[in-house]
């Protein structure tokens, strides 16, 4: 019986398009930009280790942006994906005992878990996403403190060679990441469960009446999340051959979130992009790893870091509308 | 010299033209409703009038002097108040700083004096008739004395013209009275007021003046008791036959009253909105629901959908009871809905028309989940081919398509799933005249075909031709039925006129 | 609508809530302090040691430490929006104070405020100028401030100390009538607070930005100066806890804070303020600050020596807190519907 809902339409339509130009294709111009640059002022760029090291340093952020994508396409937001790498590193070194694989499937569980958590609570008791998962940002680094303590070990064989180890030239870290995206290109290009998170984070209320059962796919979509940022904590952890839950994952989400929004994944929900993210994974490190290789100072680097997310996100969601 | 004066405003949105030169005026110590079937352009006027919207072409003037809006709180600022359906304070204030939220009486430190605010604020309440204690917070307050609240606030800002926006929408009678003889007050005090409300009654017990819009024009205004129910609703609606041109809707023999029984809802109720309606749709059978505005007409098709909580009620369809309250069961049922509200409920806009259409469906075009192109592309383009969508690919997004487009590619989501009962709420609405005719033998056919259709339209004409049935509501209550050679224009408006008056 | 439902409606003025109403909004409000309470007794009980002297003062030492940012907190979550940077902002305080408390205590006072005042004033411009969620701006902020702090420390090598003889140190070592400096400032603070919040147009503005951000703006409110405003009072409040914190310690101890900004909102969130805005209370925030270090004083108690269980304790508390408050509101919402006779304004699923 709502007569009049106050859904005042946009006459400006023409000053979109130069915005919508810069959200869906700016990341690849900067992206192009920054490698025609850092190819001429910085020694050693175009070299084959440097690729791959600049690959390696992409894979686990790309990782975490994958299901952070997924959850803003829903228009809902992951805080947790930081502490729940922790999570994951921590618990990890308590079941290397059993082998690698149980360890790390260990360490996966419990970010799966965590997401089932965070699920439940959004969708089937109506918490803001934000609420939710800011909870477990805060719970679930000191969790990973009290069980991972101090810096550990992690000399496994098996997980040395995941974190170092490659096939015909390719580390296995990229390697799953690039099996990650095209898995989740996959789902959400050519599955329902694509069709249904763009739907729900369009028109949640036009996908229920359609008979989208929004809380499993809601469910799922932080489950995957969580998944993801588990895996990409046992990476970290290998790659560093220690699993240290004070710093593992520090920040990640706003990394993951500025990769996704950068990608021009819009905040508001709807749409996925995976390339993108992508993009936006490799824009963020070639930015630190730019100023890494010319010695600017840690403290500099996470000033500018501040800097370029906040303008690019600005870049991407525009003026606020009075 | 008038309170408010607009002269020839045009606005219109992505091409649709809603407002064709409207004049409105105003006069100081008047009530002066403004009345029309939705889409008739009401809501586009009063926000034009309070800087919401902009129009295009067309001056106001306030107390004589011209005046322009960018901005609600400009509108504010110059002495016009908007009071909305739904309450724009506070809830978690007290009544007292809620009035006077941003112009607080101060003490000597540059302090709110409490004392003072409550006090001044119980004047205001005083003067108006309103019992309530000021100090409360507002949140717990009925609605009835919230929408007095505002009307208080809109006294104090000492306002020339006030504009209520279906205040009545969801209060108690008494709550109405108490808020009419406030309305009453503030008249006597010389103030302009603007009255909105979709209860015809109230219309000839609160206003003095009345504007009637149809179609984004004006087609009536003046003095409220010149104008007697019937013809205030006839030109309303608009009866002139010419003007709307002929629906595509063939007259069907609907003899054969011996079809299969497809979709019965039975004492269907609905807290407060609906009270025990019972709806049967044979096979190959139009029923019409008719109704004014807020009668309960779209509730129907949406407790029978699923999407609207009811308290009571059996849903069957072809025998089999549906569960009720649950979307995905009545979508499995065979019951597919066409909502009213084609941006809130219906579109995905980011999405493209091939997705769009899918969305229903999901499980059938997939294996496993993952989607089957074939199946895809040749349902769309299927659909696409039948209802004659204008798109440039299926890929295109939504959002770039025309209402009328749109609609058909909403009506084609449907169709995919093959329901044996389609409820289409408003198909016509906002789209131009020639979709409209596509809609409508669209409509036909699908019923010829075997369909059971419930079909719900604020044209009387539009129901006329395409029912053959036609249940008249009132209140959330069927009031008339109306069936084969009963189902005529003059017969329907009477319906709508007289049928269940208490 | 005047049809089925029962003829006795309440009268326009009456709008008596139910007993279960009462009792919902009540738990939701006060809450907090009635666990603070029954902890205390309890512990009083079960811990001899636990209510001397000794250990309160030093649990209010420790409350006033971090109350300031609550309080700041505070107010830009009645606006509905949040401040994730005041944990940076407060170790960047703790370091500009300790530095700068070599030039004397004028110095030592004002660089930290005004620093972190002018870092809250830009993340608060950025968030009213555009529409970028102020989590991701203050996130950002945190680690601007962070960098900041890193960049005046020697990357971090550095910890400055508080001259011994700086008047500095007697800001947070000093008492008057028996309570530590501290605890007044933050008295002080919270007082001022409450009068913001109740005896300032300001207060009512900053909920309804957060109740109501359309009715904030169609009612003319200052929407862009007051989110403006409490952002960069976020960052004075910040600015100002952490500079007590190295008149305590007599340094600028870097690593300080890291966190900080979660124990805070645990704190806010648990005192009864809503994280959606538009509600809350200031006293709520100190009974929440003040509850989770009786908390922590209770975790060590039972051994469980490992600071970061605190940590756990906080998400805990933020996930059951929030939990409470839907069903709360939940219950109120209902009963209220009820009240009115079947209007249904179910809360919408998901």
Not at chain 3, 118 to 141: E, H
Not at chain 3, 257 to 264: K, N, R
Not at chain 3, 318 to 325: C, G, I, R, S
């Amino acid at each position: 019986m709502k007569a009049a809902p106050t859904t005042a339409s946009v006459p400006g339509k023409r000053s979109m398009t130069v915005r919508a130009w810069i959200a869906n294709y700016g990341v690849y111009v900067a992206l192009a930009l920054l490698v025609v640059i850092n190819a001429i002022i910085t020694p050693h760029f175009l070299t084959v280790d440097n690729f791959r090291l600049q690959l390696i340093q992409t894979a686990p952020v790309l990782i975490v942006a994958l299901g952070m994508a997924m959850v803003i396409g829903t228009k809902g937001i992951d805080l947790s994906v930081g502490s729940v790498m922790a999570l994951s590193a921590a618990i990890m070194p308590l079941y290397i005992g059993y082998g690698t694989v149980p360890a790390i499937l260990v360490g996966i569980l419990a970010g799966g878990l965590s997401g089932l958590m965070i699920g439940v609570l959004v969708s089937y008791f109506g918490i803001q996403p934000i609420v939710a998962t800011l909870a477990v940002l805060i719970g679930g680094r000191g969790l990973a403190n009290v069980i991972g303590g101090e810096i550990k070990n992690l000399s496994d064989p098996g997980l040395a060679a995941l974190g170092s180890g490659s096939v015909l030239g390719i580390p296995y870290s990229v390697l799953s990441a690039v099996i990650l995206v095209l898995i989740v290109a996959f789902l959400m290009r050519r599955t329902t469960f694509g069709i249904m998170v763009e739907a729900i984070g369009g028109n949640k209320l036009a996908a229920e009446l359609a008979g989208i059962r929004i809380r499993t796919v809601l469910v799922s979509v932080y489950v995957l999340s969580g998944l993801l940022a588990a895996f990409a904590g046992v990476l970290v952890a290998a790659r560093s051959q220690a699993s240290d839950p004070r710093t593992l994952g520090l920040l990640m989400e706003l990394s993951a979130i500025a990769a996704v929004v950068i990608g021009g994944t819009s905040l508001a929900g709807g749409k996925v992009r995976i390339l993108g993210t992508v993009g936006g994974a490799l824009l963020m490190q070639l930015i630190v790893s730019t100023l890494v290789s010319h010695n600017i100072p840690d403290s500099v680097s996470q000033m500018v870091q501040a800097v370029v997310i906040v303008v690019a996100v600005a870049l991407q969601v525009g003026r606020r509308k009075t | 010299m008038l309170a408010l004066a607009a002269r020839g405003l045009n606005k219109s949105f992505s091409g649709v033209h809603v407002l064709h030169d409207v004049d409105f005026s105003l006069r100081p110590g008047t009530i002066h409703t403004i009345v029309g079937e939705n889409g008739a352009g009401k809501s586009t006027l009063i926000k034009s009038l309070t800087g919401v919207y902009q129009a295009e072409t067309g001056s106001i003037e306030l107390a004589g002097a011209e005046v322009r809006f960018n901005h609600p709180s400009q509108a504010q600022d110059a002495g016009v108040s908007t009071v909305y359906q739904e309450v724009n304070l506070v809830p978690l204030l007290s009544v007292a700083r809620n009035i006077f939220l941003g112009r607080e009486p101060r003490n000597r430190l540059g302090l709110i004096d409490l004392r003072a605010l409550n006090r001044r604020a119980a004047e205001v309440v005083r003067d108006l008739g309103i019992d309530v204690d000021v100090t409360a917070e507002l949140g717990v307050l009925g609605l009835g004395v919230q929408q007095m609240i505002a009307l208080a606030r809109a006294v104090t800002t000492e306002a020339r013209v006030v504009i209520m926006d279906e205040p009545t929408s969801s209060l108690e009678r008494r709550e109405v009275e108490v808020l009419f003889s406030v309305a009453r007050r503030l008249r006597d005090q010389g103030v302009g007021i603007v009255f909105i409300s979709h209860r015809l009654d109230e219309l000839w017990e609160l206003c003095d003046e009345v504007t009637i819009l149809r179609d984004g024009r004006v087609v009536h205004t003046g003095p409220m008791h010149e104008l007697d129910r019937r013809s205030l609703i006839s030109a309303m609606l608009g009866r002139d036959i010419a003007e709307h041109g002929v629906t595509s809707f063939t007259e069907s023999d609907s003899s054969e009253t011996a079809a299969e029984v497809v979709l019965e809802a039975k004492d269907l109720s609905a807290p407060g909105r609906l009270h025990s309606v019972d709806v049967t749709v044979r096979e190959g059978e139009i029923v019409g629901l008719a109704g004014l505005l807020g009668s309960g007409r779209s509730e129907i098709v949406k407790a029978i959908y699923g999407g609207l909580e009811t308290s009571s009620g059996q849903i069957t369809v072809e025998g089999r009871t549906v569960r009720r309250g649950s979307v995905p069961a009545a979508l499995r049922a065979g019951i597919a809905l066409l909502s009213e509200d084609r941006k809130a409920e219906g579109i995905v806009p980011e999405l493209s028309v091939r997705d769009n259409i899918i969305l229903g469906i999901l499980p059938r075009v997939s294996n496993a989940g993952v989607l089957s192109n074939r199946r895809i592309d040749e349902l769309v383009e299927q659909w696409i081919r039948r209802l004659g969508i204008k798109v440039s690919s299926s890929t295109q997004l939504l959002s770039e398509l025309s209402g009328g487009n749109q609609q058909k590619m909403l009506i084609a989501r449907w169709l995919c799933t093959e329901p044996s009962a389609f409820l289409l709420d408003e198909p016509t609405r906002g789209i131009d005249v020639g979709a409209k005719q596509e809609v409508q033998a669209l409509i036909d056919e699908l019923a010829e075909k075997g369909m059971a259709v419930v079909l719900i339209s604020s044209e009387t004409e539009e129901l006329v031709a395409g029912s053959d049935t036609i249940l008249v509501l009132r209140d959330g209550e069927i009031s008339e039925v109306l069936t084969d050679d009963q189902v005529d224009n003059a017969r329907l408006l009477s319906a709508l006129v007289d049928g269940g008056q208490r | 609508m005047t049809t089925a439902s029962t003829a006795e409606a309440a009268p326009a003025g009456a709008g008596t809530r139910t007993r279960v109403e009462k009792l919902a909004r009540l738990t939701q409000r006060n809450g907090a302090l009635v666990i603070l309470l029954g902890l205390i007794l309890v512990s009083s009980f079960a811990f001899p040691s636990f209510a001397s002297v000794g250990n309160l003062s030093q649990i209010a030492l420790q409350a006033a430490f971090l109350a300031p940012l609550a309080l700041g907190l505070t107010f830009v979550i009645f606006t509905g929006g949040i401040d994730l940077s005041v944990g940076s902002v407060f170790a960047l305080g703790g370091v500009l104070a300790a530095w700068a408390s070599q030039y004397g205590f004028l110095t030592a006072v004002l660089v930290p405020l005004i620093v972190c005042t002018l870092i809250g004033l830009v993340q608060g411009a950025i968030v009213a100028f555009t529409s970028i969620p102020s989590f991701i701006v203050t996130l950002a902020g945190l680690l601007f401030a962070r960098g900041l702090l890193l960049a005046l420390t020697e990357e971090g090598s550095e910890t400055y100390k508080v001259p011994a003889d700086a008047a500095f140190l007697e800001l947070s070592r000093g008492s008057f009538l028996g309570l530590g400096f501290p605890v007044w400032i933050v008295i002080v603070l919270f007082a001022v607070g409450v009068l913001v919040l109740h005896r300032t147009s300001y207060g009512s503005t900053l909920l309804a930005i957060g109740g109501q951000p359309d009715a904030a703006r169609l009612m003319g409110l200052p929407v862009l100066r007051s989110t403006l405003i409490v952002f960069a009072v976020s960052g004075t409040m910040a600015g100002s806890a952490g500079a007590l914190t190295a008149s305590y310690t007599a340094s600028g101890v870097t690593t300080l804070g890291v966190g900080l900004e979660l124990t805070a909102i645990a704190a806010v969130v648990l005192g009864g303020t809503l994280l959606t805005g538009g509600a809350g209370t200031v006293v709520g925030s100190l009974v929440g600050v003040v509850l989770l270090q009786v908390v922590a004083n209770l975790i060590n108690r039972m051994g469980l020596t490992n600071s970061n269980w605190q940590a756990v304790v906080n998400g805990a508390v933020l996930l059951v807190v929030a939990v409470a408050q839907v069903l709360l509101s939940r219950v109120q919402a209902k009963e209220r519907a009820r009240r009115r006779g079947g209007e249904a304004d179910a809360p919408e699923p998901g």
